[in-house]
């Protein structure tokens, strides 16, 4: 089996390492340094995944994994925003008081 590195972007277009980025490529395993790999693993826009190629269920899955990532980051901050703006009128609740 000859294993790639597949490289998924969810901003086509990217910048990153010296190269612009399409949605999905696939690079031999020493195409990237390690520090180049550091790099791009750093960046939310990138998922990253070894296989033969970049099949469309690497795709699926790859977009799965960012899209949680999003969302899950989008509920934390619904969470936080909605407890934060508890606390002020439960204070001015108790200040009444």
Same mark, same amino acid.
């Given at each position: 089996?000859?294993?790639?590195?597949?490289?998924f972007c969810?901003?086509?277009?990217?910048?990153?390492?010296?190269?612009?980025?399409?949605?999905?490529?696939?690079?031999? %395993?020493?195409?990237f340094?390690?520090?180049?790999l550091?790099?791009?693993r750093?960046?939310?826009?990138?998922s990253?995944? %070894?296989?033969?190629?970049?099949?469309?269920?690497?795709?699926?899955?790859?977009?799965?994994?960012?899209?949680?990532?999003?969302h899950?980051?989008?509920?934390?901050?619904?969470? %936080?925003a909605?407890?934060a703006?508890?606390?002020?009128?439960?204070?001015?609740?108790?200040?009444?008081?």
């Open positions: 089996m000859n294993q790639r590195l597949v490289v969810r901003m086509p277009g990217r910048w990153r390492e010296g190269m612009q980025h399409p949605q999905i490529a696939d690079y031999s %395993l020493d195409h340094s390690a520090a180049q550091a790099e791009i750093r960046d939310e826009a990138f990253l995944a %070894l296989g033969e190629v970049a099949s469309p269920a690497m795709v699926d899955q790859l977009m799965g994994n960012a899209f949680e990532r999003e899950a980051a989008a509920a934390k901050e619904a969470a %936080l909605s407890g703006s508890a606390s002020p009128s439960k204070g001015a609740k108790g200040a009444k008081a």
